[in-house]
């Protein structure tokens, strides 16, 4: 699950817009936020994958995991690709790649009754 906290910084149909970036995180923005580039989904899920290499213990600024399942850290690599071409550009498509990730790693879900 994503929470946006902030609509502050949020750019609307860029492509039809004009907008561009409206801030720069240096551990967290994809590169084309710094060199006042165009704003792609490809950008968000820049974001997302330094996101998730926090979450997991790793360094957004070098872009390091930690020992981890191969099939996870080369997913979380995927997003942070330095070229905006060269990374994922769906979302939808990214999450079924997960799932599938996901799938491949722990097998199928598995409910589990919470008993208090």
Not at 42 to 62: E, M, N
């Amino acid at each position: 699950m994503l929470w946006i906290v902030d609509w502050c910084w949020a750019i609307v149909n860029p492509s039809q817009s004009g907008q561009g970036f409206k801030a720069l995180n240096e551990s967290y923005s994809p590169p084309e936020a710094g060199e006042r580039g165009r704003p792609t989904p490809a950008s968000d899920l820049y974001a997302l994958g330094k996101c998730a290499i926090h979450l997991v213990g790793g360094d957004p600024a070098t872009k390091t995991l930690p020992e981890m399942e191969p099939k996870l850290a080369r997913f979380i690599k995927f997003l942070c690709v330095e070229s905006q071409g060269g990374r994922p550009q769906d979302s939808w498509e990214l999450y079924l790649q997960l799932e599938r990730t996901r799938q491949q790693i722990w097998g199928d879900h598995e409910f589990l009754a919470l008993e208090l």
